[in-house]
């Protein structure tokens, strides 16, 4: 029916971001075995359990997969899994992780 205003608040992800800020860290992951997991942590003021947790990694994972968790209060934990047929032996580089409050 015509007129009227449209007014939003524009709302992104970094919203919900601790800190709204990313941290990285140098990493140079052991082999990890055919079926084997290897895991580091970064310190990330703020991140508490429950919280949900966004990682990356600088180079190819070769089909292994990242994923990552608030293990403690302000300690994001970082799980490189094989679930390949062989070993796979990543080089260093840089990972990143952006914690978003869970409430």
Do not use: R
């Not at 971001?17 to 052991?30: D, F, L, R, S």
């Not at 180079?59 to 799980?79: F, R």
């Amino acid at each position: 029916p015509g007129g009227g205003t449209l007014a939003a608040t524009q709302i992104g992800i970094h919203t919900f971001a601790v800190g709204q800020v990313q941290v990285t860290g140098t990493w140079n992951p052991a082999e990890v075995a055919a079926g084997a997991k290897v895991s580091t942590t970064l310190t990330v003021s703020g991140a508490s359990l429950g919280d949900f947790v966004m990682v990356s990694f600088s180079l190819d994972l070769q089909e292994l997969t990242l994923t990552g968790y608030v293990s403690a209060t302000n300690t994001v934990e970082v799980v490189l899994a094989n679930l390949t047929g062989a070993a796979v032996n990543l080089a260093s580089g840089t990972l990143a992780t952006i914690v978003l409050k869970s409430a």
